[in-house]
């Protein structure tokens, strides 16, 4: 399992980023995705769930109405599109499968344990 983050950056507070997990080395399309944050000196914080066939979307409440997350089954990529950007938005942004690992992160009933590297945003006020 290989899960890259991308598309993070500075922006200002207001602003917008979308960004981009690119998975490779299992059947993408079978598996159900979350985004997670750990925001400087604090813990992995749960932002967004979508289910393997994308017809079904959770949020964290810090998030709704903000962020949206897609998968695009053909490209084997998760997405983040973020809008209306805080600074206690900043944070490094890590994409998750779910699934059995070494680190895992509950939702509900379900594990997810395997995980990019992140990607860095940060929004300033």
């Known amino acids: 399992v290989v899960l890259v983050e991308s598309g993070g950056g500075l922006v200002q507070a207001g602003g917008s980023l979308r960004l981009s997990c690119a998975a490779s080395?299992?059947?993408?399309?079978?598996?159900?995705m979350s985004w997670a944050r750990q925001a400087p000196g604090k813990g992995l914080e749960w932002v967004s769930f979508?289910?393997?066939?994308?017809?079904?979307?959770t949020y964290a409440d810090s998030v709704k109405g903000r962020f949206t997350i897609s998968i695009d089954n053909a490209k084997n990529t998760l997405y983040l599109q973020m809008n209306s950007l805080k600074p206690e938005d900043t944070a490094v942004y890590y994409c998750?499968?779910?699934?059995?690992?070494?680190?895992?992160?509950?939702?509900?009933?379900?594990?997810?344990?395997?995980w990019g590297q992140g990607t860095q945003v940060t929004v300033s006020s």
């Open positions: 998750a499968k779910e699934g059995r690992g070494t680190m895992e992160f509950t939702l509900g009933w379900r594990k997810f344990g395997s």
């Open positions: 080395g299992f059947t993408f399309s079978s598996y159900a």
């Open positions: 979508i289910d393997s066939g994308g017809g079904s979307t």
